[in-house]
C-alpha cells in the first residue's frame, strides 16, 4: 500500500497543471488519501495499546474529523453552507451507519461474535438521539407557522453552547470518571508491537496534515467531477465526499475489528459521531458569526433531518446490547445502502 503514496505528489503536481482534468484530479486525491489513512490506522492503534480503546478511538476521531473541520471551515468562510451541513450530516451518516457497519461485518465474519461494554456503548447511543434531537428541533422551528423567523439565529447559537457542553462532559465521562467502561482489550498489550507514544503521535499527526491537504484538492474537485458524472449535489455531499473523508476511520476501525478489538472501532465509529454532532456543527454555527459572510443556523433541511433520524433509529439498538456479529453489520450497511439509493434516484434533490 506505501506505493500509492506516489499518488500525493501526483496529485498536488495535477492540481496545479492539469486543474480542468477534475475526474483525474478527483481520482488522484481519493487514492492518495488511502495510504495516509492506512498510516493513521497504525499510529492509532499503537496509541490505543498505551492509552486504551476509549482514548485511541477518541484520538482518531479527532484526527479524522480535522480534514472534515478544515474543509468546513474552507466552505465556510466562501459562504458554502448548504454544502457544510451535508457535509456534516453525510460524516455523522457514514460514520454510523458505513463505518459501523463494515467493522461490524468484518469482525463478525473472522470471529462469529464480537463483545463490546454494552454500558459504555449504551451511553455512546444515549449521545447520538441526543444530536438527532439537535437537529430536528431547529428544523421543526424554521418549519412552524407564527414564529418569527429571526429567532432561529439566536435559538442555534444557544442549543450549540449546550451542546458544545455536553461534549465536554462526554469527554471527562469517557476519559476520567468513567474510563473503565470504553477501556476494552487494549490496555493487555497483546496485539503486536507498538509503535512508542511519540512516533505515533508524529505519524498521527504528519498524516492528518497531508490527509487534510488531499482532501481539500478532492473536495474542490468532486462537485465539478460529481456533474461530469450526472450525480447530485447532495449524493456528492452526503455519500462520495462523506466516505472519502472518513477513510481514516473506517480503515482504522475495520482492521481493529478484524483483531477481535470492537471496542475500539465502536469508540472510533459512534465516537466520529458524536464528535461531529456535538462539537464541529455547534462550533461551525458559533464561527461563521466570526468568520463567515452571515451567520450559519443549525436549521438542517427535512431531507437531511430525516436522513439521520432513521440512522439514529438503527444504530442506537447495535450500539445497546453488547455484541455483534456479522449480520447486524450487514444490516446497518443495508440502510446505508438504501438512503444512497435513494439520493442517487433523486438528481434534483439539494442538500
Same mark, same amino acid.
Given at each position: 500500500?506505501?506505493?500509492?503514496?506516489?499518488?500525493?505528489?501526483?496529485?498536488?503536481?495535477?492540481?496545479?497543471?492539469?486543474?480542468?482534468?477534475?475526474?483525474?484530479?478527483?481520482?488522484?486525491?481519493?487514492?492518495?488519501?488511502? &495510504?495516509?489513512?492506512?498510516?493513521?490506522?497504525?499510529?492509532? +492503534?499503537?496509541?490505543?495499546?498505551?492509552?486504551?480503546? %476509549?482514548?485511541?478511538?477518541?484520538?482518531?476521531?479527532?484526527? %479524522?474529523?480535522?480534514?472534515?473541520?478544515?474543509?468546513?471551515?474552507?466552505?465556510?468562510?466562501?459562504?458554502?453552507?448548504?454544502?457544510?451541513?451535508?457535509?456534516?450530516?453525510?460524516?455523522?451518516?457514514?460514520?454510523?451507519?458505513?463505518?459501523?457497519?463494515?467493522?461490524?461485518?468484518?469482525? %463478525?465474519?473472522?470471529?462469529?461474535?464480537?463483545?463490546?461494554? #454494552?454500558?459504555?456503548?449504551?451511553?455512546?447511543?444515549?449521545?447520538?438521539?441526543?444530536?438527532?434531537?439537535?437537529?430536528?428541533?431547529? @428544523?421543526?422551528?424554521?418549519?412552524? +407557522?407564527?414564529?418569527?423567523?429571526?429567532?432561529? %439565529? &439566536?435559538?442555534?447559537?444557544?442549543?450549540? !453552547?449546550?451542546?458544545?457542553?455536553?461534549?465536554?462532559?462526554?469527554?471527562?465521562?469517557?476519559?476520567?470518571?468513567?474510563?473503565?467502561?470504553?477501556?476494552?482489550?487494549? +490496555?493487555?498489550?497483546?496485539?503486536?508491537?507498538?509503535?512508542?507514544?511519540?512516533?505515533? !503521535?508524529?505519524?498521527?499527526?504528519?498524516?492528518?496534515?497531508?490527509?487534510?491537504?488531499?482532501?481539500?484538492?478532492?473536495?474542490?474537485?468532486?462537485?465539478?467531477?460529481?456533474?461530469?458524472?450526472?450525480?447530485?449535489?447532495?449524493?456528492?455531499?452526503?455519500?462520495?465526499?462523506?466516505?472519502?473523508?472518513? $477513510?481514516?476511520?473506517?480503515?482504522?476501525?475495520?482492521?481493529? @475489528?478484524?483483531?477481535?478489538?470492537?471496542?475500539?472501532?465502536?469508540?472510533? $465509529?459512534?465516537?466520529?459521531?458524536?464528535?461531529?454532532?456535538?462539537?464541529?456543527?455547534?462550533?461551525?454555527?458559533?464561527?461563521?458569526?466570526?468568520?463567515? #459572510?452571515?451567520?450559519?443556523?443549525?436549521?438542517? $433541511?427535512?431531507?437531511?433531518?430525516?436522513?439521520?433520524?432513521?440512522?439514529?433509529?438503527?444504530?442506537?439498538?447495535?450500539?445497546?446490547?453488547?455484541?455483534?456479529?456479522?449480520?447486524?453489520?450487514?444490516?446497518?450497511?443495508?440502510?446505508?445502502?438504501?438512503?444512497?439509493?435513494?439520493?442517487?434516484?433523486? &438528481?434534483?434533490?439539494?442538500?
Amino acid at each position: 500500500m506505501n506505493w500509492l503514496l506516489l499518488f500525493v505528489p501526483l496529485t498536488v503536481v495535477l492540481e496545479h497543471l492539469a486543474p480542468d482534468r477534475h475526474l483525474l484530479v478527483f481520482a488522484a486525491s481519493a487514492i492518495a488519501v488511502i &495510504p495516509l489513512a492506512s498510516w493513521m490506522s497504525r499510529a492509532t +492503534e499503537s496509541l490505543a495499546e498505551h492509552t486504551g480503546s %476509549g482514548v485511541g478511538g477518541l484520538l482518531n476521531a479527532t484526527f %479524522g474529523n480535522a480534514a472534515e473541520l478544515i474543509i468546513a471551515f474552507s466552505a465556510l468562510r466562501a459562504g458554502l453552507y448548504d454544502l457544510v451541513k451535508a457535509s456534516v450530516v453525510g460524516s455523522i451518516v457514514g460514520n454510523m451507519l458505513f463505518v459501523l457497519g463494515l467493522s461490524m461485518l468484518a469482525g %463478525g465474519w473472522r470471529h462469529r461474535e464480537q463483545h463490546f461494554n #454494552p454500558a459504555g456503548g449504551r451511553s455512546q447511543a444515549t449521545l447520538l438521539i441526543i444530536a438527532t434531537i439537535a437537529l430536528i428541533l431547529p @428544523a421543526a422551528y424554521r418549519g412552524a +407557522e407564527n414564529l418569527d423567523p429571526a429567532g432561529l %439565529g &439566536p435559538l442555534s447559537v444557544t442549543i450549540s !453552547t449546550v451542546l458544545l457542553g455536553v461534549y465536554v462532559a462526554n469527554l471527562v465521562f469517557t476519559l476520567i470518571t468513567h474510563r473503565d467502561l470504553f477501556s476494552g482489550q487494549a +490496555e493487555h498489550g497483546d496485539h503486536g508491537a507498538a509503535w512508542s507514544v511519540g512516533r505515533a !503521535t508524529l505519524v498521527l499527526a504528519g498524516a492528518t496534515v497531508l490527509i487534510a491537504w488531499m482532501s481539500e484538492i478532492l473536495v474542490g474537485a468532486v462537485e465539478p467531477a460529481g456533474r461530469e458524472l450526472g450525480l447530485s449535489d447532495a449524493f456528492v455531499g452526503v455519500f462520495v465526499v462523506a466516505v472519502l473523508a472518513t $477513510a481514516a476511520e473506517w480503515i482504522t476501525a475495520v482492521r481493529a @475489528a478484524l483483531k477481535d478489538r470492537l471496542e475500539l472501532s465502536l469508540s472510533i $465509529a459512534v465516537g466520529s459521531s458524536v464528535q461531529i454532532a456535538l462539537f464541529v456543527a455547534p462550533l461551525l454555527v458559533l464561527v461563521s458569526y466570526v468568520f463567515g #459572510p452571515r451567520p450559519m443556523d443549525l436549521a438542517f $433541511a427535512n431531507g437531511l433531518v430525516v436522513t439521520v433520524l432513521l440512522s439514529a433509529l438503527i444504530a442506537v439498538p447495535a450500539c445497546s446490547d453488547g455484541r455483534s456479529d456479522w449480520f447486524k453489520g450487514l444490516q446497518l450497511l443495508a440502510v446505508y445502502t438504501i438512503l444512497g439509493i435513494l439520493y442517487f434516484f433523486v &438528481p434534483g434533490t439539494r442538500p
